[in-house]
T-cell receptor, first 108, second 116 residues
Framework: KNEVEQSPQNLTAQEGEFITINCSYS?????LHWLQQHPGGGIVSLFM???GKKKHGRLIATINIQEKHSSLHITASHPRDSAVYIC??????????FGPGTRLSVLP | SAVISQKPSRDICQRGTSLTIQCQVD?????MFWYRQQPGQSLTLIAT?????????ESGFVIDKFPISRPNLTFSTLTVSNMSPEDSSIYLC?????????????FGAGSRLTVL
C-alpha cells in the first residue's frame, strides 16, 4: 500500500508570500493529484500530473517520479488561498490514498 | 469533468437516528465512491457503488451501518445508520473520469454531519 506524507502539516503565511507544500509517496505511480478542500468541506481538483510541471494561474505543481516527490507552489498568496491542500495517489483498483493534508492560512 | 450535487450540506442529528446523503451526477458514471473524513483526518474510502450490484465495502465498514443505494448511473445514496457521536464527520461522494490516460477526481461538496 502506498504511504503518502505531506509537509508542513500547518502553514501560516502573509499575503503575497511564495508558498511551497510537499508530498512524498512510497510506491511508484502513474499520476498524482493535488486537491484543495475549502473550510465548508468541498474538495476541488487542482492538478493531475504524471511528469514535469503544470501551471494554472498562481498555482504550480511539480513532480519527480524517480524521487517519488511532488510540490505545490502558490505565488503571490492571497487570503482566499486559505484551505487544506491534499495530495492523492492511486491505490488498488480505482481507489486512492490521500495524504494527511496541509492546512494553509494566508493572513491579510 | 462531471458535476456532483450532494445534499444535505450539513446536519445535526440525535444519537440513534439515521441520515441519508444523496449525490446526483450530471453524467452517467459506472462507479461512485463514498468517503468519510473524520475531524482532522484525511479521506477514507467507505465503499464503491456500482449500478445494478451491491456496493463493495472497505475493511472496517459494513452494509448494516452504511447501506448504499445505486438505482441508476447518475444517482447514489449513503445512509449512516444508528448514529453515534463517533460518526460525526464529513461524508463525500466522488466520481472518476479519464483524461490523458489518468483518472480525474471529482467530489461533491460534502455533507458535514454532527451527532449529538
Amino acid at each position: 500500500k502506498n504511504e503518502v506524507e505531506q509537509s508542513p502539516q500547518n502553514l501560516t503565511a502573509q499575503e503575497g508570500e511564495f508558498i511551497t507544500i510537499n508530498c512524498s509517496y512510497s510506491v511508484g505511480i502513474s499520476a498524482l493529484h493535488w486537491l484543495q478542500q475549502h473550510p465548508g468541506g468541498g474538495i476541488v481538483s487542482l492538478f493531475m500530473l504524471s511528469s514535469g510541471k503544470k501551471k494554472h494561474g498562481r498555482l504550480i505543481a511539480t513532480i519527480n517520479i524517480q524521487e517519488k516527490h511532488s510540490s505545490l507552489h502558490i505565488t503571490a498568496s492571497h487570503p482566499r488561498d486559505s484551505a487544506v491542500y491534499i495530495c492523492a495517489v492511486p491505490s488498488y483498483g480505482q481507489n486512492f490514498v490521500f495524504g494527511p493534508g496541509t492546512r494553509l492560512s494566508v493572513l491579510p | 469533468s462531471a458535476v456532483i450535487s450532494q445534499k444535505p450540506s450539513r446536519d445535526i442529528c440525535q444519537r440513534g437516528t439515521s441520515l441519508t446523503i444523496q449525490c446526483q451526477v450530471d453524467s452517467q458514471v459506472t462507479m461512485m465512491f463514498w468517503y468519510r473524513q473524520q475531524p482532522g483526518q484525511s479521506l477514507t474510502l467507505i465503499a464503491t457503488a456500482n449500478q445494478g450490484s451491491e456496493a463493495t465495502y472497505e475493511s472496517g465498514f459494513v452494509i448494516d451501518k452504511f447501506p448504499i443505494s445505486r438505482p441508476n448511473l447518475t444517482f447514489s445514496t449513503l445512509t449512516v445508520s444508528n448514529m453515534s457521536p463517533e460518526d460525526s464527520s464529513i461524508y463525500l461522494c466522488s466520481v472518476q473520469g479519464h483524461r490523458s490516460g489518468a483518472n480525474v477526481l471529482t467530489f461533491g461538496a460534502g455533507s458535514r454531519l454532527t451527532v449529538l
